[in-house]
């Protein structure tokens, strides 16, 4: 099955096309085309991501990022494909709300053959309601033209599926879903989203705990600004908490008192729930006491921030096993990325004897992508979940829960 997929729930502008076959438990994906675009450096200026912005980006990128999908799968075949003036007239409708997409997307199909797809996967929740619209119009429009069905995806579980997946040849993105034993457990941390996931089946999901106030991603971005680090400041804040383990290290006694130690929010809890707003404010409040910082002063204060989070995300994890047993753990959205806290989870599941495999997504699929929307869309369609046409009735779902 060969399928076109489109991921505009955020700041990233994503369009990919994949080759699966399969069942569940022998699953393949075989990435043919690949486009994306990170508006990261156009919403630093705001300090996090604007949504009519995103918007406008999302909508002057996508055709180019298809066009680029197309041509690596080898379907962008030169030909003539003229529209008639009813369709025309119909697209006119369809994406007169994304400003330049209409005159892009029909100057680029009526230049190439029907590519051979058999459908279209597209984000269409949860994440700004603004871009996800974009993609959702994008990919009715598509499916219009080509008569191609739809599989309307959760972005969420597209973090899970990538999680999921082994990467046989990430130079040659080839990938495979071996057999997962479940239950699964899923902790998805993102920009947008921390929570724990349960299930027991694939499309069987459950969440057991998620933050009552900032996402862990947004607490990166938003500690980060305060210590002067850039949007999107989470690489970078790593990149410095990792000089100051490395200063720790070899002159600790120095440095003790140089910054206090964090909170580690709710970590006696019981629950399985986060929040991040009051290690953010213990970050602030140092930072006004201490004034100017220096660098080492802002080194040590990533690195205690990151431990922090650290802590918690371990202590949590323990907590949910004990509380849903599972034999599958997987870690999702771009806050996996972060090599402390994968280092840190790897020896958790190393050196507890907890029956439960992790499993970690490969580099390419840990932040925002159009490739795990492909892969969970492949999931809807095993599952014989309804696809469907261009008409039917496909709105964007900012707050979309399992």
Not at 1 to 30: P, W
Not at 64 to 72: D, H, I, N, V
Not at 98 to 106: D, K
Request: proline share 4%; with cysteine.
């Amino acid at each position: 099955m060969k399928i076109l997929s489109i991921e505009t729930s955020c700041d990233e502008t994503a369009v990919a096309v994949l080759e699966a076959e399969g069942a569940y438990n022998n699953t393949t994906f075989q990435v043919r085309g690949n486009a994306l675009y990170s508006q990261a450096k156009k919403h630093a200026a705001f300090g996090g991501v604007y949504p009519s912005l995103a918007k406008r980006e999302h909508a002057a990128n996508l055709a180019p990022l298809l066009g680029t999908a197309l041509r690596e799968a080898r379907l962008s075949i030169p030909n003539t494909q003229k529209l008639t003036s009813e369709q025309k007239e119909y697209l006119q409708k369809l994406l007169v709300r994304e400003e330049g997409l209409y005159r892009a997307l029909v100057t680029y199909v009526e230049h190439i053959e029907k590519p051979a797809l058999d459908a279209i996967a597209v984000t269409h929740g949860p994440g700004l309601e603004p871009a996800l619209w974009v993609g959702i119009n994008f990919a009715r429009a598509l499916s219009y033209i080509w008569k191609l069905p739809i599989l309307p995806v959760n972005h969420l579980e597209g973090h899970i599926v990538a999680s999921a997946v082994h990467a046989e040849d990430e130079r040659a993105q080839k990938y495979a879903v071996e057999e997962i034993t479940f239950p699964l457990l899923g902790l998805i941390v993102s920009g947008g989203h921390t929570e724990f996931v349960y299930a027991e089946g694939w499309g069987k999901y459950r969440v057991i705990g998620s933050t009552r106030d900032d996402s862990i991603g947004e607490a990166f971005d938003k500690v980060a600004r305060l210590m002067g680090v850039p949007y999107p400041g989470g690489p970078e804040l790593s990149r410095l908490a990792n000089k100051g383990r490395q200063a720790l290290a070899t002159r600790p006694a120095h440095l003790m008192s140089a910054i206090k130690k964090m909170p580690r929010p709710m970590i006696q809890s019981g629950d399985l729930d986060f929040s991040f707003s009051g290690l953010k404010t213990a970050v602030l409040y140092q930072v006004q006491e201490l004034g100017e910082l220096s660098d080492i002063q802002r080194h040590l204060l990533c690195a205690e921030f990151e431990d922090a989070v650290r802590d918690v995300i371990i202590t949590k994890t323990t907590r949910a096993l004990e509380q849903y047993p599972a034999r599958t753990f997987v870690l999702g959205g771009g806050v996996s990325a972060n090599t402390h806290i994968r280092k840190s989870l790897e020896k958790m599941f190393v050196t507890n004897e907890l029956g439960c495999t992790l499993r970690l997504p490969a580099e390419g699929l840990s932040t925002d992508n159009a490739v795990m929307i492909g892969m969970a869309g492949y999931f809807m369609h095993l599952r014989n979940e309804p696809m469907l046409d261009a008409k039917d009735n496909l709105i964007a779902s900012g707050n979309l829960k399992f």
